[in-house]
Nanobody, 112 residues
Framework: VQLVESGGGLVHPGGSLRLSCAASGFAFRSYAMSWYRQAPGKERELVASISSGGASTNYADSVKGRFTISRDNAKNMVYLQMNSLKPDDTAAYYC??????WGQGTQVTVSS
């Protein structure tokens, strides 16, 4: 199993970023996928998850209405569109399959 995140960076408050996660080494279309984040000094928290077919999604209350998780099973990709970003969204963001497999993370910094 390999998960590789990309798309992080520095953005001003109110800005947007789209994170991508390229998955390989398993039957991607058979698994739900999730995005987590971890800020310095804080525990890792679940941000969003999506069912194997993409029909069902769930979000942390802190990101509802601002973030959108999606997937493309033909490309083995999962995405996290992040809008209206806030300084509190600053964290390392991780793609995960079942909380058992993790990518290396991509840093998102929201600062003016």
């Amino acid at each position: 199993v390999q998960l590789v995140e990309s798309g992080g960076g520095l953005v001003h408050p109110g800005g947007s970023l789209r994170l991508s996660c390229a998955a390989s080494g398993f039957a991607f279309r058979s698994y739900a996928m999730s995005w987590y984040r971890q800020a310095p000094g804080k525990e890792r928290e679940l941000v969003a998850s999506i069912s194997s077919g993409g029909a069902s999604t769930n979000y942390a209350d802190s990101v509802k209405g601002r973030f959108t998780i999606s997937r493309d099973n033909a490309k083995n990709m999962v995405y996290l569109q992040m809008n209206s970003l806030k300084p509190d969204d600053t964290a390392a963001y991780y793609c995960s399959r079942g909380s058992a497999f993790w990518g290396q993370g991509t840093q998102v910094t929201v600062s003016s």
